[in-house]
């Protein structure tokens, strides 16, 4: 069963904190990304990573960095967390190349910032 | 600036009836990607395109680069087809960096 896993679903922490997002793949997708989504928004990309230890910064990189060691799994921290940086994060993975390459999408993580 | 547009914002949809959201792009793209956010916040893949045209049920969606906009037409409309829906497109660097729109929420009523 093709899935994006994304560990924790539900975390609150206070400004200043570290926060650290997992996520993972069973499809060997070389390709996976971070994105994060606002109320009334669509997604916006936080990094792309093109396989391991190969990651580029999306259009929303500020505060944020990633981290891939193994091809299955992709990590987001957050350094000393901002209330600002409240929102769902999405993490998503696809095949690169081919006629196929769809974005499969984790359930969300929703992250509250007090 | 803003490279996807997605209209309408917003529409309600009868049981039975049909419609087409549209994403129209600011600049040139590769492939345009489509989704369903369902009520849980789960977003559902439904096409991918890198031009032409794609058919799934009721469901059908047709990107065209050279006058860069993309569609997505919903036939009998059901109740579960209910959500957000989200077009992607990925510029003509190759980059796969997807951009999204901001949405067209969609309600269908009984």
């Known amino acids: 069963d093709m899935k994006v896993t994304q560990m924790p679903r539900y975390l609150i922490k206070r400004m200043g904190e570290n926060v650290l997002l997992e996520c993972g793949q069973d499809?060997?997708?070389?390709?996976m990304y971070w994105y994060r989504q606002d109320p009334g928004l669509g997604l916006q990309l936080i990094y792309i990573?093109?396989?391991?230890?190969?990651?580029s910064e999306g259009d929303i990189p500020k505060g944020y960095r990633v981290s891939r060691k193994k091809r299955e799994h992709f990590s987001l921290i957050l350094d000393s967390a901002k209330t600002n940086q409240t929102s769902v994060y999405f993490c998503?993975?696809?095949?690169?190349?081919?006629?196929?390459?769809?974005?499969?999408f984790g359930h969300g993580t929703k992250l509250s910032v007090l | 600036g803003d490279q996807v547009e997605q209209s309408p914002s917003a529409l309600s949809l009868h049981e039975g009836t049909g419609s087409a959201l549209r994403c129209n792009f600011t600049?040139?793209?590769?492939?345009v990607q489509w989704f369903q956010q369902n009520s849980r916040g789960s977003l559902i893949n439904l096409f991918y395109?890198?031009?032409g045209t794609k058919e799934n049920g009721r469901l059908k969606s047709t990107f065209n680069s050279k006058e860069s906009y993309s569609t997505l037409h919903i036939r009998d409309a059901q109740l579960e087809d209910s959500g957000t829906y989200f077009c992607?497109?990925?510029?003509?660097?190759?980059?796969?960096?997807?951009?999204f729109g901001a949405g067209t929420r969609l309600k269908v009523i009984a």
């Open positions: 998503a993975s696809s095949l690169s190349q081919g006629a196929d390459e769809r974005l499969f």
């Open positions: 499809m060997s997708h070389e390709t």
């Open positions: 990573s093109y396989d391991v230890d190969s990651n």
């Open positions: 600049t040139t793209m590769r492939a």
């Open positions: 395109l890198a031009s």
């Open positions: 992607a497109a990925e510029g003509g660097t190759g980059n796969y960096k997807y951009v």
